[in-house]
C-alpha cells in the first residue's frame, strides 16, 4: 500500500508564495511519478505539475506555467510544489497523487492516470 500526506498549505495573500510538501511512504521501487491536482468548489480537478521521480523531466499545467515549481529529493521521497506570485484563482484543495507506471507522459497531468492520492490541503490566496 501506499500513503500520500500533503503539508505547507495554508492563507496567504495574492503575489504570495507557498510551498507544499508531498512525502510518499510505503512502496520502494524508484520508478514513478508523482502529480500535483487542484480543485475548486464546484469545478473538476485540475493537473498542476507533475514529476517522475527517476529522471527530472517534468509538465504543468498552462494555468500555473512559470510561477509555479515542482522537484523532488528521492532521498526524503517528498515531492514539493513551490508556488509563487499566488492569485485569488488558485485558491483550492491541493492533492497529490503517485502512478507506479513506467512510462511519463503529459497525460501525467490527467487525475484517471493515478491510483493512490493524499488527502488534500487547503491553499486560500486572498485579494
Not at 16 to 35: M, P
Not at 83 to 103: G, I, Q, R, S, W
Amino acid at each position: 500500500e501506499v500513503q500520500l500526506v500533503e503539508s505547507g498549505g495554508g492563507l496567504v495573500q495574492a503575489g504570495g508564495s507557498l510551498r507544499l510538501s508531498c512525502a510518499v511512504s510505503g512502496r520502494t521501487i524508484n520508478e514513478y511519478t508523482i502529480g500535483w491536482f487542484r480543485q475548486a468548489p464546484g469545478k473538476e480537478r485540475e493537473g498542476v505539475s507533475c514529476i517522475n521521480m527517476n529522471d527530472r523531466r517534468t509538465y504543468y499545467g498552462d494555468s500555473v506555467k512559470g510561477r509555479f515549481t515542482i522537484s523532488r529529493d528521492n532521498a526524503k521521497r517528498t515531492v514539493y510544489l513551490q508556488m509563487n506570485n499566488l492569485k485569488p484563482e488558485d485558491t483550492a484543495v491541493y492533492y497529490c497523487a503517485a502512478d507506479f507506471d513506467l512510462v511519463f507522459g503529459p497525460y501525467h497531468l490527467i487525475a484517471s492516470r493515478y491510483e493512490y492520492w493524499g488527502q488534500g490541503i487547503q491553499v486560500t490566496v486572498g485579494s
